[in-house]
């Protein structure tokens, strides 16, 4: 299948600082970019949906100025926690798609741990 | 996006067939099944996806009702490396339903030796 790269693949901050995660799609043009955040022993939730030059879609509940979505290009996407607290602490996922083709599957990163001390 | 239920664990014997079940008796005519897996402190990784025919890939078989309410995915000869939970999700495909994919909470698969 296609790969989907997440870097960095774990970070660790101080509380008050910001961190950015990149998700690129390696050998496929993604036009959609899913972000995703699980806590231990839950389900991946979304959060939010980008389209390759267009703002985000911010699913209910999340805060689109704490967690920034660019999507520049179609191969790169990235989501930025602002003033991370300890309570961001989890495992974000990237997803991503090329919606020109209706019957793809969507590719998934590996992840990245964030722990906010 | 209809809603799937899955039971919450099953265990499997290495080698022996894993069959786990999905029930989306919502499912609409447009929407496709599809199964994605899970391996611990990983990114959800793609097995197969179906709208009313069986379907067989290297990895899995899917199994779909005639009524189209339910499902199984079958692993064939299962090893310990298919620990992981199994992810039953059903939505549309058409580009201009955004195709995003909204993860119940899966069945946690344990393939014992």
């Known amino acids: 299948g296609a790969v989907v790269s997440q870097h960095p693949s774990w970070v660790i901050c101080k509380s008050g600082t910001s961190v950015k995660i990149e998700c690129r799609s390696l050998?496929?043009?993604?036009?959609?970019m899913f972000w995703y955040r699980q806590f231990p022993k839950q389900s991946l939730m979304l959060m939010a949906t980008s389209n390759e030059g267009s703002k985000a879609t911010y699913e209910q509940g999340v805060e689109k100025d704490k967690f920034l979505i660019n999507h520049a290009s179609l191969t790169l996407s990235t989501l930025t926690v602002t003033s991370a607290h300890p309570e961001d602490s989890s495992f974000y996922i990237c997803s991503a798609r090329d919606l020109r083709n209706s019957y793809t599957e969507a590719f998934f990163g590996q992840g990245t741990r964030l722990t906010v001390v | 996006d209809a809603k799937t239920t899955q039971p919450t664990s099953m265990d499997c014997a290495e080698g022996r067939a894993a069959n786990l079940p999905c029930n989306h008796s919502?499912?609409?005519?447009?929407?496709?099944v599809y199964w994605y897996r899970q391996i611990h402190s990983q990114g959800p990784q793609y097995i197969i996806h179906g709208l009313k025919n069986n379907e067989t890939n290297e990895m899995a078989s899917l199994i779909i009702t005639e009524d189209r309410k339910s499902s199984t995915l079958i692993l064939p000869h299962a090893t310990l490396r298919d620990t992981a939970v199994y992810y039953c999700?059903?939505?549309?495909?058409?580009?201009?339903?955004?195709?995003?994919?909204?993860f119940g909470q899966g069945t946690e698969l344990s393939v014992k030796p």
């Open positions: 050998d496929f043009q993604a036009t959609t």
């Open positions: 919502t499912i609409s005519g447009n929407e496709y």
């Open positions: 999700i059903v939505r549309v495909a058409e580009r201009n339903q955004g195709g995003k994919l909204i």
